[in-house]
């Protein structure tokens, strides 16, 4: 147990007052006795008066027996008799946590890095129910951070880390609840893999997605497929359809100003237009 983490201005300035007033005295009234009194009633102000800052807690033990909670401000104590604990900062407080070299459950070693935000809600609880809490939220939450990621698997934890943050709160939550002390949330903040591994998973992601571009060109080749053997089905059936589709390939490449197009012979003959257009003049010729 620790009497004061310093001496504080109040206690400073009252030593000095009671040294002043009492060289004052001495001087005056020619009293060593009465300076000397007011000596070491100034040394005992300044062992006891304490101050505790606005977000703290301190208990108080007398003759080593717990008499309650001090703070925040300005109080007294019995300087000997009365002793002081550490004091509580019960504002939100930040540990960082790590695993190195821990298992997956698909048995990779991976390196994490967690932060831990916490505080202590019932400051006796966590004067007299654990030694020393800071050292036990840290053992605690590497501890658990190692059970976890041995739950997981790797992929797992790389896509969801907010799952496994909120499973480590949980756990935390239940350890530390007795010790009046809140784990308000972890943030994992870093999953490190193996090199090795690392440039194994980005081959594989590859060729993944390879394969998928090489599946959706298969499938868009098999609807064009489809698409042509429904229009030669169509044209089959249809021989002026055909025809008309000829004629009307032969005018979009010749619709363009100052374009030449050369079509052989075969090619009319191939698509008929020849004869359609023979049948045609004929009809007009006997209309």
Known sequence: MTLHKGFNSVGVTVLLICIAIGLAAAKLLNMPLLAAAFALAGLYFLFAVVVVDQWEKVAVLRFGRYRGLRGPGLFLIVPIVDTLSRYVDQRVRVTTVSAESTLTRDTVPVNVDAIIFWLVWNAEKSILEVEDFTQAISLSSQTALRESIGRHQLAQMITDRETLGRELQK?????????????????????????????????????????????????????????????????????????????????????????????????????????????????????
């Open 171 to 287: 756990i935390l939550d239940e350890k530390t609840t007795p010790w009046g002390i809140t784990v308000q949330s972890v943030e994992i903040r870093d999953v490190r893999i193996p090199q090795a591994l690392e440039n194994a998973m980005s081959q594989q992601a590859q060729a993944e997605r390879e394969r998928q571009a090489r599946v959706i060109l298969g499938e868009a080749e098999v609807q064009v497929s489809e698409q042509f053997a429904q229009a030669s089905r169509v044209y089959n059936d249809n021989p002026g359809a055909l025809h008309l589709r000829g004629m009307n390939m032969l005018y979009e490449a010749i619709r363009e100003k100052g374009a030449m197009v050369i079509v052989p012979s075969s090619a009319i003959e191939t698509m008929g237009l020849g004869g359609t257009l023979a049948t045609t003049a004929m009809a007009k010729q006997q209309n």
